[in-house]
């Protein structure tokens, strides 16, 4: 998959499961092109999920989000961070357990639809913390937390993202929050639910029935990750978190199957490519000096970023790439999308 020849990505996978922000969209913005890929799936009658560490909002909610930027998307396709983090504690829990919730009202609603009861305050004795992202938490929240933690409270955290996209960059996610109560108990949750763990993905591709599964992700640390763990082939589009220098620098269990810039490499074979590549190919040839990638040749972005991949995973060499050529400095740009 490294040509313009050849198969579509998309024709050997039965299921494809996308995370969102930074994938369909970002914040609640779609990113161009995502609606139109997703509804082409549709057209050719193509299974789709959605696998998302989002806990501060429902699932139909997340549906209907979708279903109004133009991506028709029903309930049972979304898989939330809050759901399941909901459905592990009610296995766990007696029927009416007071839950103390730090998070958006979205969590609380789950775990209500679940037969439990969200409480806010350790004098309401609960027996379990779910903690996931909420914009309007604050110190107050997370004392509170603290307190039930400390008198026995199972914890639970929907997902340990530490930041989360927005349109003025990266912001703190829920991971950064998960690490004040860390910080302040000096030990971990009992539970992280959220990918890169891979419950999410697992129960996408059950609901979703049988066939090879396609996870399409723009994170390493979750989207990636959490599809290494579950089994599954991974794309990573860079039109959200991870980019090139962090692709360079992922441990094994971080490397994705495929990269491409955006979702056309669902459907065009020469928008995607399989990583890693030989250190020389497609016109390109890579070297380590000092530790530094350089980069020289010519030919297309993607096989030159395939061929990095090879060198840099293959040698002790850093996340640094410096071109020796014109072409090489157009492909590291065009490889740069959000720069």
């Not at 050997?12 to 139109?36: K, M, N, S, T, W």
């Not at 909610?61 to 029903?74: C, I, K, S, Y």
């Not at 996870?215 to 991870?242: M, N």
Request: aromatic residues 4%; glycine residues 10%.
């Amino acid at each position: 998959m490294s040509g313009s020849a050849g198969e579509r990505l998309v024709d050997g996978y039965a299921l494809v499961v996308f995370d969102l922000d930074g994938v369909i969209y970002l914040v609640d913005r779609p990113i161009p092109g995502a609606v139109e890929a997703v509804g082409r799936l549709h057209a050719e009658g193509r299974a789709v999920a959605y696998a998302t560490n989002n806990a501060s909002r429902r699932s139909s909610e997340v549906a209907d989000l979708l279903t109004g930027m133009g991506v028709p998307t029903r309930p049972e396709e979304v898989v939330t961070s809050a759901a399941a983090t909901a459905e592990l504690l009610r296995d766990r829990l007696p029927v009416g357990a007071p839950v103390l919730v730090v998070g958006a009202e979205a969590l609380r609603a789950e775990l209500r639809a679940v037969g439990l009861r969200p409480v806010s305050t350790v004098d309401e004795q609960p027996v379990a913390v779910a903690q996931g992202y909420g914009p309007q938490v604050g110190w107050v929240d997370l004392a509170e937390a603290s307190l039930a933690v400390r008198a026995g409270a199972l914890w639970y955290a929907t997902n340990t993202d530490r930041t989360l996209p927005s349109p003025r960059g990266p912001l703190p996610g829920n991971g950064s929050l998960v690490a004040v109560l860390r910080t302040a108990l000096g030990r971990e949750p009992d539970v992280v639910v959220g990918k890169p763990q891979p419950a999410l993905f697992a129960t996408a591709a059950r609901r979703a029935g049988a066939g090879r599964a396609l996870v399409v992700g723009d994170r390493l640390d979750t989207d990636i990750e959490g599809a290494r763990r579950a089994g599954l082939d991974s794309l990573l589009v860079l039109t959200g978190v991870s980019d090139l220098s962090e692709l360079l620098a992922a441990p094994e269990q971080r490397r994705p199957t495929y990269v491409s810039v955006d979702l056309a490499g669902l459907f065009d074979p020469a928008a995607v490519v399989r990583v890693p590549a030989g250190p020389d190919t497609g016109g390109w040839s890579v070297t380590v000096t000092d530790g530094e990638l350089v980069l020289d040749g010519a030919g297309r972005p993607l096989d030159a970023l395939a061929a990095l991949c090879a060198a840099a995973w293959s040698a002790a060499a850093g996340p640094r790439v410096r071109p020796a050529s014109t072409a090489a400095g157009e492909a590291l740009a065009a490889l740069s999308p959000s720069a």
